[in-house]
């Protein structure tokens, strides 16, 4: 079992910026995949970033030039930092950690809860 642990998120002001982490213990996998979905209220769950233990980044199409994800390897650790927050980033955000490449087992965090307000 992978336990995630994440912070940060809250109310964030139009315009304004925010920073996400999520932390991951126990079985961890060597190597791995980290990122963070999102789901807004009658809306799939879709991609915000994703970063590999090798440090290869990917990122949602509605989020590219605004968000940027780094993790820290011996922490077990990924950030999410995202500027020029709008209010259709208004959602939940999850934390995902897979056993990437194989991709045979995914753990979610419990969600955030990221409100940009006007």
């Known amino acids: 079992q992978v336990q995630l642990v994440e912070s940060g998120g809250g109310v964030v002001q139009l315009g304004g910026s925010l920073e996400l982490s999520c932390a991951a213990s126990g079985n961890i996998f060597s190597p791995n995949g980290m990122g963070w979905y999102r789901q807004a209220p009658g809306q799939q769950r879709e991609l915000v970033a994703a970063?590999?233990?090798?440090?290869?980044?990917n990122y949602g199409d509605s989020v590219k030039g605004r968000a940027t994800i780094s993790r820290d390897n011996a922490k077990n650790t990924v950030y999410l930092q995202m500027v020029s927050l709008k209010p259709e980033d208004t959602a939940v955000y999850y934390c995902?950690?897979?056993?990437?490449?194989?991709?045979?087992?995914?753990?979610w965090g419990q969600g955030t809860q990221v409100t940009v307000s006007s």
């Open positions: 970063i590999t233990s090798d440090g290869t980044t």
């Open positions: 995902l950690y897979s056993d990437w490449p194989a991709n045979k087992y995914d753990y």
